[in-house]
């Protein structure tokens, strides 16, 4: 028991490290619209998953019917694109630190669904863990409404801090949604449920194409492109691969409550490549933001612990 939690808990920081590239791909890229940053990324996602999943198709195929399909695509929808879109316009709009503090606040909200589920750990276990969350990212958030690094009028700030509530409520639905079908299809692999997502994606991201490229590629250089290519490849490989196999793992391994804290990792990884892409050292009050998101996870872990569940039913 205690080896399956370390090995979840191993795969909630591997995702949250991947997850992170997210928030510094718009800053990067900052010239790209949201939706050609999603269609470019989850296209190659699709093309990379659907390569990697046709040998392993013959088994999955008496697996996977329509109810699963239709699940896949809602999830894809929820947890792919409509979060990434928003989040885009959140870090170019608001900058990465806003949108890295209220992705942040998805374990609050997922503990306090979890909380509910037969067997989980009480909120009020959670309680410490949740208020050590919720100080980080207000921390953040104070510093990230009073940064210079952040440019745009006080109305575009506001309207990308509302994409980033849409983004956080939108990734709170998935990361639910996702954690109980992997429970309902046990037989199928997290690894093989990353790429029946990125198959889903992919196919709504053809849709989604003819409207973000509509402009062909006016006020942009060749090597913009290729630049423009090269990140939405990077960021399928590492985060929507790699990053969901290891999210999908982390999520049977842990309990809901436990493994929505996990996102936090997420946050963490994206205010230090934001850190490195603005080349600037974090400040003070960034650090104790980081410490409380830290202690918060810590101290989830802590009361999710099974001598914790033995000392409650002694």
């Known amino acids: ?34 939706l050609q940053l999603a269609a470019a990324r989850y296209l190659v ?5 659907v390569v990697l999943l046709v040998p392993r198709w013959p088994a999955l195929r008496a697996r996977i019917g ?15 694109l409509i979060y990434f879109v928003l989040l885009s316009l959140c870090v170019q709009w608001s900058g990465g630190a806003a949108a890295a503090l209220i992705v942040g606040m998805v374990p609050v909200l997922v503990a306090v669904v979890g909380a509910r589920e037969p067997g989980a750990v009480p909120l009020t276990r959670l309680a410490p863990a949740l208020v050590l969350c919720v100080a980080g990212v207000v921390l953040m958030g104070v510093e990230a409404m009073g940064s210079s690094h952040v440019q745009g009028s006080a109305g575009q700030r506001l309207i990308g801090l509302l994409c980033g509530v849409g983004a956080l409520l939108s990734w709170t639905a998935y990361s639910v949604g996702n954690t109980r079908w992997l429970a309902k299809v046990p037989e199928v692999s997290g690894h ?9 994606t992919g196919g709504l991201a053809l849709l989604l194409a003819p409207f973000a490229f509509a402009g062909g590629g006016h006020g942009h250089s060749g090597s913009e492109w290729v630049g423009f290519w090269a990140m939405a490849a990077a960021v399928a490989v590492f985060a929507s691969i790699l990053g969901n196999a290891c999210w999908n793992r982390a999520s049977r391994a842990l309990p809901l409550t436990l493994g929505g804290q996990m996102i936090v990792f997420e946050t963490l990884f994206g205010l230090l490549y934001g850190f490195l892409w603005q080349q600037r050292w974090p400040l003070p009050v960034e650090v104790l933001a980081a410490v409380c998101l830290v202690a918060g996870v810590v101290w989830s872990a802590a009361a999710h612990r099974p001598q914790a569940h033995a000392a409650e039913s002694a």
Request: without cysteine.
């Open 1 to 34: 028991m205690k080896d399956r939690m370390a090995g979840g808990i191993a795969n909630g920081v591997a995702s949250g490290a991947l997850w992170g590239l997210v928030f510094l791909a718009p800053a990067v890229l900052s010239d790209f619209s949201p």
């Open 45 to 49: 996602y699709g093309l990379i998953a």
């Open 66 to 80: 329509k109810v699963e399909w239709t699940a896949l695509t809602w999830l894809s929808l929820l947890g792919n």
């Open 192 to 200: 093989d449920w990353s790429l029946l997502t990125g198959v889903a």
